[in-house]
């Protein structure tokens, strides 16, 4: 928020609106947002806990603010990243030029676990594999961002970045009438249409798109029923769906209904029983089949994963370069692979400096920040590396930016992250915003959930 | 819409229905216990609560013969291993609602989530400071909220009337048990009927129905056996009757084949019903004897919401 001593111009009418405001005022309105909140359901579950298993994230009043100026360059970024990952994803289901040209090793491609030999020389509609493609980055000074991740299969928080802005909306009113604060809640459309533009060629008339979802005892399963019903579509399980000839169906009361394109958010795994895990019943079977011979378009395609994997990430510069013949606009944090014999001797040498990530993980579990662990814990950690060294990464801990949240005793600093969600079907659209997470406890670097992050309202400002 | 979503619409309305009708037994318990001869001489009128919400063995299988009143109140409204408690169901509606959170409207989730965070509340709380009356309106509120926030909010769509097929079936199958209570369980002797006993068991009826000042209002104040057979079983302007409950039922059916231009087998079961119903007269359903005809009824409709699942919810035509 600050520029030196100065605040930076973009915080100064919030910082008014503080400082005009007494404290109970503030207390009382965060009790509000957090009554909000719970009444409109919006929670999520934390696996490996017992007890409540809906559980609130925390909400941070205090927004996050970027200008336009700040904002449109990391929008060209993002996008830029967004289509080198669409292209690597067809190129390595096609000719795999960038295997063959030695700038990726092949077997970091092919043999990792979200390679998906099943879809191989399929064409998927526009030649888009990820639609939605949400990265993680984090600033380190005022021109600067790393990207954390990508994620190209299903990433999720976008509905908070939706509800977050509805109550921030609801509660401050004035706030938004005072300042110019780019709008949001186009996302669910711009995604609707992102999705029907992908339909398979066979599909005649308005195509008919679903929301696939594990079900409601999914983490996730409020933002599925969110978005499917600020879409309009319709919010499947499954057993909703089912194969028929050369098409998918659901079950509807007035009898079956083809179906053109499957917004899934579950796991490839878990998409077709006959193909991947027999013993699955989240999936439907035969669907994969179907969408071989062009009869029902996936979003995120199967097989998309290979993007978003730990290990690829380092590569992701490259092949900005390499499919887009551009520099890349965000940078990469350097990243050792411990895999590598010169890297792992790195990494083993410097934990305490470092924080590892295990390649398949997400969602912040089984992770290492070495500066925050004890030595016991540094050397457990150590022997599992050198159990699997394939498993893991290791990343510098970075000096992250910070920004103004209510905590205790008043306004502190607390590290905060982004993600904003890029569209991707017959044009890449980035949304005007994203979900800024905060690491609430003093002094943290992790900022998920499950780990007990909250969330903020992030403003790109018109200037 | 998905099969899936009418289905859990339909079990919605009904487990909400079917809270009602638990808090509604435990008022007419609670009443009946307060009566001044109450235990003298006849059955256990908690007893026969139990058995009219149709848990009579899950019921002895845990608290043994006897009935005491906390025992069927825990039952009724607290404990989660009798499906039909008060708790069960809302807890089960929400389930349903929370698996098609996007055919519900933020008020209609908003009435059946603060059912649920109440109720929580209400756990928490020492039993000692639950008192039954108050569980019991409590219980009620929770029905019109949610009914008043359909009414208000839901779009008149297909959803709306699996909504309504839930509600007035469970409604239907409930006043016909409840009637059974009084008629068939409560008085054993003919000897009682007309005395002072009986009167009181009547209105306590008409009191859990919330049909009491609507009686008076549609007979004139004498309770008779006939007259309220006549009013909780034929009268279409009683929101409880059974001609009405199944009047509402052949009216959503009709609407949906409308709206999707066929007809399922539920079509032609609540026509028949209908019709032989319309046509009954109150002699006749004395005369086929009151529990008889209550019994074929709570069977009919059974099969009834059958033909709907068949019909619509499965999703195979």
Known sequence: MYDGKRVRPAYAKLLDWVESTSPEALSQKQRQAEALFRRIGI???????????????????????????????????????????????????????????????????????????????????????????????????????????????????VSYMLENREIMMRMFPDLFRATRIAPVDDYPDRLRRTLASVAPASCEGQPVSVLLSPGAFNSAYYEHSFLADQMGIELVEGQDLFVQGDFVYMRTTEGPKRVHVIYRRLDDSFLDPLCFRPESMLGVPGLMNVYRSGGVAIASAPGAGVADDKAVYIYVPEMIRFYLGEEPILKNVQTWKCADPSDRKFVLENLADLVVKEVHGSGGYGMLVGPKSTKEQVAAYAERIKGDPAAFIAQPTLALSTCPTFVDEGLAPRHVDLRPFCLVGREVHLCPGGLTRVALKEGSLVVNSSQGGGVKDTWVLAD | MLSRTAENLFWLARYMERAETMARLLEV????????????????????????????????????????????????????????SVISCIETARQNGRAVRTALTTEMWDALNGAYLDLREIERRPRSEALLPELCEWTKRQGALFRGATEGTHLQNDGYDFLNLGWYLERGDNTARLLDVKYYVLLPTTDMVGGSIDTYQWTTLLRALSAYRAFHWAYGGEYSPRKI????????????????????????????????????????????????LTAAKVEDVIGEGLHEFLTRFVNQNAALGQDVADGYLFGIQ
């Open chain 2, 29 to 84: 318990g609670y009443r009946m216990g307060l009566m001044p001869s109450a235990g003298t001489g006849y059955r256990n009128e908690w007893a026969s609560l139990v058995s009219a919400a149709g848990s009579a063995r899950g019921f002895g299988a845990k608290f043994g013969e006897e009935f005491h009143q906390r025992d069927v109140e825990t039952w009724l409204f607290f404990d989660r291993e009798n499906p039909s």
């Open chain 2, 229 to 276: 057979a006549h009013f909780l079983i034929l009268n279409p302007a009683c929101p409880r009757s059974l001609l009405h409950c199944l009047d509402t039922v052949e009216y959503h059916l009709d609407r949906l084949a409308k709206a999707y231009g066929s007809r399922t087998a539920a079509h032609d079961r609540a026509e028949a019903a209908l019709g032989e």
């Open chain 1, 43 to 157: 929670t999520f579950a934390v696996y490996g806990e017992g007890g409540d298993t809906e559980r609130l994230i925390p909400f941070d009043m205090m927004p996050r603010v970027f200008t336009e100026y700040e904002w449109r360059r990391l929008e060209r970024g993002v996008k830029q990243r967004a289509r080198a990952l669409n292209a690597f994803l067809y190129d390595v289901y096609h000719r795999a030029e960038i295997t063959r040209a030695g700038i990726i090793p092949a077997d970091l491609v092919f043999r990792n676990e979200a390679y998906e030999p099943a879809v191989v020389g399929i064409d998927p509609p526009a030649g888009v594999y990820s639609h939605i493609v949400g990265i993680d980055l984090v600033r380190t000074g005022p021109e600067e961002f790393f990207v954390l991740e990508d994620n190209c299969r299903t990433p999720s928080g």
